[in-house]
């Protein structure tokens, strides 16, 4: 790997290339049906997640608000797969739940989606991409999380390289380079390769299994709604 660069912050608008990430897509034959964006919740939507958390603790309010937070029950470096079940229940409920069920988890967790076409999220992203800014301490504190410290010993030990290179693949530059996480041109081509290896392997295993994670996550969030318990 090479050194990250130093983010350069002015005034000229992000660019998409900058605060996206390029996976390639495997050539589909006219006779296949068009991907669906449920085909994305497999089990390789959970290995997003640590990239997912470390950007948001990159806009300067999350991340002094999580590092500075007394609130145990809520960290993630406590309570890792809690806070993995919530992100990914609510990706499961926006995609696959019923309007009443969206309603009753977007209101659990108090967002409101307000961008309606994926122009304007570019837009928002964006510019939402520009307030990225990352002090010592949260950069410390989204080190222990990009190497996984959060879960146990033997863990790390079977997981931990690959999935600390999907944490930065997943990564947008703009965030790698705030946060200090080298890239090169060759981690980006294995990233890309690896990709495509996936697709290629999806092909032949069993939907039940790729989805399985995803299954158990609805079946969960419904068992709650119905018993009135807590969503996240």
């Given at each position: 790997m ?9 005034d ?8 996206r ?6 050539h589909r ?11 994305a919740?497999d089990?390789?939507?959970?290995s997003?997640a640590a990239?997912?958390?470390a ?9 002094r608000g999580?590092?500075?937070?007394k609130?145990?029950?809520?960290s993630?470096m406590?309570h890792?797969w ?23 988890f ?6 409101a989606?307000?961008q309606r ?17 990352v ?16 879960i146990h ?11 600390r290179?999907?944490t930065?693949?997943y990564?947008?530059?703009?965030f790698?380079?705030?946060m200090?996480?080298?890239w090169?041109?060759?981690?980006q081509r ?8 996936v697709?290629?392997?999806?092909r ?6 790729r ?8 079946r ?5 709604m119905r018993?009135?318990?807590?969503l996240i």
């Amino acid at each position: 790997m090479t050194a990250a660069p130093e983010p350069q912050y002015d005034d000229a608008p992000l660019t998409n290339a900058q605060t996206r990430i390029r996976i390639p897509s495997i050539h589909r034959s006219e006779t296949k049906r068009l991907p669906q964006l449920q085909d994305a919740l497999d089990f390789w939507q959970f290995s997003g997640a640590a990239a997912n958390v470390a950007m948001q603790l990159a806009v300067p309010g999350v991340g002094r608000g999580v590092l500075e937070s007394k609130v145990e029950s809520g960290s993630l470096m406590a309570h890792p797969w809690k806070r993995l079940r919530t992100t990914a229940s609510y990706l499961a409920v926006a995609i696959l739940g019923s309007p009443q069920e969206q309603a009753e988890f977007r209101a659990a967790v108090n967002i409101a989606h307000r961008q309606r076409t994926r122009a304007d999220f570019d837009i928002y992203w964006n510019e939402a991409c520009r307030e990225v800014a990352v002090d010592p301490e949260v950069r410390a504190y989204i080190d222990d999380l990009l190497r996984l410290r959060m879960i146990h010993w033997y863990l790390r030990v079977i997981f931990g390289g690959l999935l600390r290179f999907l944490t930065a693949g997943y990564l947008a530059p703009h965030f790698r380079a705030a946060m200090g996480v080298e890239w090169s041109a060759a981690d980006q081509r294995r990233f890309e390769h690896l990709f495509v290896f996936v697709g290629f392997v999806n092909r032949f295993v069993p939907k039940f299994i790729r989805f399985a994670g995803t299954t158990s996550m609805m079946r969960n969030v419904r068992h709650r709604m119905r018993k009135h318990r807590a969503l996240i």
